[in-house]
């Protein structure tokens, strides 16, 4: 009864409950194919998608960045998304316990945790501000139209008229009555909008220095509640909650990015930014700088190294074509960045048109955009509360999309370490714990300092950090696992080998790509800023001890592993501590064929040796052996010389001696 009950939870299944062949009963899977496309793709398409890649753009040559960012796509950006997603699929397994394939590196996903856990924490506090602006929006009149709210200063300029109510004007009418603003703007030397102060003075209330944390904003704090709620909300149930929660949040916001396209470029002026935009500057293509953004961009843009990935495919069926699901996914990701950039630059080219600049000087990147330029530009269109409510929406459910999957990660990683029938059944808690932790840790964000810390995490805690956990992960997966290995355990899997293309990537195109953009990182590296806020000395190295922290994982556990090895020397420890553990593979025995077939009846499962680790012990035992029987040899060889050696010398010696009587 043990052994059937044993054999029961092999096939991923409670105790008690009926076992589903190819479905992991136990850990859970998606409900079909399409829930895990939709969350991966609500993952990869993030805020990045819209306020960091249509700046890159503009700024490195326009249409001509394109080039360099597809070729960073096809030979870094797919091939990495490939590799995670089968290493996660293949052992059913979330960021820790997948190395199991390699011990010794287990280091690397506890990275991937600290990495998600950085991310989500200060990922949760840029959507509650969103959700601040969301409810803000749901007025007659947005606030930040005017100059004349108490929190402005004698520096404001608008671009609309005081009293102006342009809720029921005609746009032409509304283009005219902007004259006035506009003339007082082009003859201010200093110009602050609205939007930027209602962003500083009001919703933050910022501080002066990063030290200087004063109050929270208790209006943040309230909506970085909500926002934990939701994502608890969507995620109560696992990936059976959130997969079908994505249906809306993965989709929604192309709705919204059409509406606000489709509204943006029949602008007067949405020309001029589109062009902008795209108008390729070809003499930029040679600039290594542009390479290294277009590499970066699709590294982090995709979630490449933050665990999600691995997390994601872990819930996938075993024969689930994610060769085909990887496609998908990238290029619709870097597609949606594109098509974001339409509808940014087409409404600040509209913006520009209005207050007669050129568009370099409105547009902007990260939250700068989001909440300060892309707002003032909302509040000269008819009815722009409407406007404003839609696009904050978009940013509400981008935001989610990947924070969904952050949290999943860790919940994940922390439920396959335990693995306990407990800590399964009562996943919902782990869950919830982990939500409230991330929100007390999120509160600090919240005071009047709190941006200052948000832009220092976004800096350093996901940086080159990032570049090193997916180049250590190539490395362990190609040349200490061994590339030919791999290849076949996908080939299982998939029913068909990787394509040679990949094998090429993964082995060196990537590793090499993602050594650049480590060496960009660093060439390229400048202490941080905020407009005219230089970051004091000791905030840097708090960004450095943050970076470190994940980094520093990887050679501590290493060490770890490899003291805690079986073996006579630290060769035989190493060596020991690189190779799979017992319980590398395919989650369900059913999947367990080849190399992988358990040596033991299915009667006598206790033991499971598998043939790999049985060859391992072998193969120690063997060289010791060969080692002793060496040195027996030795020894013969050396005795058989000193006899040859006495006896030929032995009458030498008595002849040509000196006699010591003499």
């Known amino acids: 009864m043990a052994e059937k009950q044993f054999a029961g939870i092999l096939n991923g299944a409670v105790p008690g409950e009926p076992a589903k ?58 091939p990495l998304f490939f590799l995670e997603l089968t290493f996660g699929q293949f052992a059913s397994l979330g960021c820790l316990g997948v190395w199991k394939i390699s011990p010794m590196f287990k280091g690397v996903g506890y990275g991937m945790m600290v990495v998600s856990t950085y991310i989500g924490i200060y990922y949760n506090v840029v959507i509650c501000i969103a959700f601040y602006y969301f409810f803000m929006s749901m007025t007659n009149l947005l606030p930040w139209t005017y100059c004349n709210n108490p929190w402005n200063t004698p520096d404001c300029s608008g671009v609309v008229g005081p009293g102006g109510n342009r809720l029921n004007v005609s746009f032409a009418n509304a283009t005219t009555s902007l004259v006035a603003g506009v003339a007082e703007v082009v003859n201010r030397t200093k110009r602050t909008s609205p939007s930027e102060e209602y962003w500083k003075h009001y919703v933050l209330n910022i501080s002066d220095d990063i030290g200087n944390f004063g109050e929270v904003r208790l209006p943040i704090l309230g909506c970085l509640a909500v926002s934990w709620f939701v994502v608890f909300l969507c995620l109560i149930k696992g990936v059976k909650s959130s997969g079908k929660v994505v249906y809306f949040t993965a989709t929604f916001p192309y709705v919204v990015l059409t509406i606000l396209f489709i509204r943006g470029i029949t602008l007067d002026g949405a020309i001029n930014g589109i062009k902008y935009y795209l108008t390729p500057q070809w003499q930029k293509v040679l600039d290594a700088k542009v390479w290294g953004d277009a590499a970066s961009q699709i590294f982090y843009s995709l979630g490449c190294a933050w665990g999600g990935l691995i997390t994601m495919a872990s819930y996938n069926k075993f024969h689930n074509n994610c060769y085909r699901d990887s496609i998908i996914i990238s290029i619709t990701n870097c597609a949606t960045s594109v098509y974001a950039g339409f509808v940014i630059f087409s409404i600040l080219g509209f913006m520009a048109h209005n207050l007669n600049v050129p568009v370099s000087e409105v547009a902007d990147h990260g939250p700068g955009l989001a909440f300060v330029a892309y707002p003032e530009a909302l509040t000269l269109l008819p009815i722009s509360p409407l406007w404003s409510l839609l696009f904050f929406f978009m940013l509400i459910l981008l935001g989610l999309g990947t924070q969904f999957c952050l949290l999943e990660t860790l919940v994940t990683a922390i439920v396959d370490e335990i693995g306990t029938d407990w800590i399964i059944r009562n996943k919902t808690v782990v869950t919830l714990s982990v ?63 990787p394509p040679l293309f990949f094998k090429v990537c993964w082995r060196f195109i990537s590793p090499l790509i993602i050594t650049f953009i480590l060496i960009f990182t660093v060439i390229q590296y400048k202490p941080i800023t905020y407009n005219d806020y230089v970051y004091p000395g000791w905030s840097l190295g708090v960004g450095f001890c943050m970076a470190m922290s994940s980094v520093i994982c990887i050679p501590v556990y290493a060490l770890y592993k490899i003291s805690r090895s079986p073996g006579a020397t630290f060769r035989e420890r190493f060596k020991f501590a690189c190779q799979p553990d017992l319980s590398w593979g395919p989650a369900l025995l059913e999947h367990r064929i080849g190399r992988y077939a358990p040596i033991a009846s299915e009667d006598t499962m206790e033991s499971r040796p598998l043939r790999e680790k049985a060859e391992l012990k072998e193969e120690l035992k063997e060289e010791r052996k060969e080692a002793l029987k060496e040195e027996e040899e030795e020894k013969e060889r050396r005795d058989e010389i000193s006899l040859t050696i006495q006896g030929s010398n032995g009458s030498t010696n008595t002849q040509n001696s000196p006699n010591p009587s003499a």
Not at 52 to 73: E, K, S, V
Not at 455 to 475: K, P, Q, R, T
């Open 435 to 497: 939500a409230v932790i991330g929100f007390l840790l999120g509160v600090p964000l919240t005071t009047r300092a709190g941006i200052y810390w948000l832009l220092l995490m976004d800096n350093y805690a996901a940086s080159f950090s990032l570049v090193v956990i997916s180049c250590i992960m190539c490395i362990c997966l190609m040349y200490v696992y061994g590339h030919t290995k791999y290849f076949k355990d996908v080939e299982m899997m998939l029913g068909f080998p």
């Open 21 to 78: 062949k190819d479905e992991n009963s136990r850990r859970g899977n998606w409900g079909n194919q399409i829930e895990f496309v939709l969350t991966s793709v609500g993952y990869a398409v993030g805020l990045g998608n819209v306020w960091r890649f249509p700046y890159l753009c503009y700024r490195n040559g326009g249409g001509a960045f394109m080039l360099p960012y597809i070729i960073m796509l096809v030979f870094c950006g797919i």
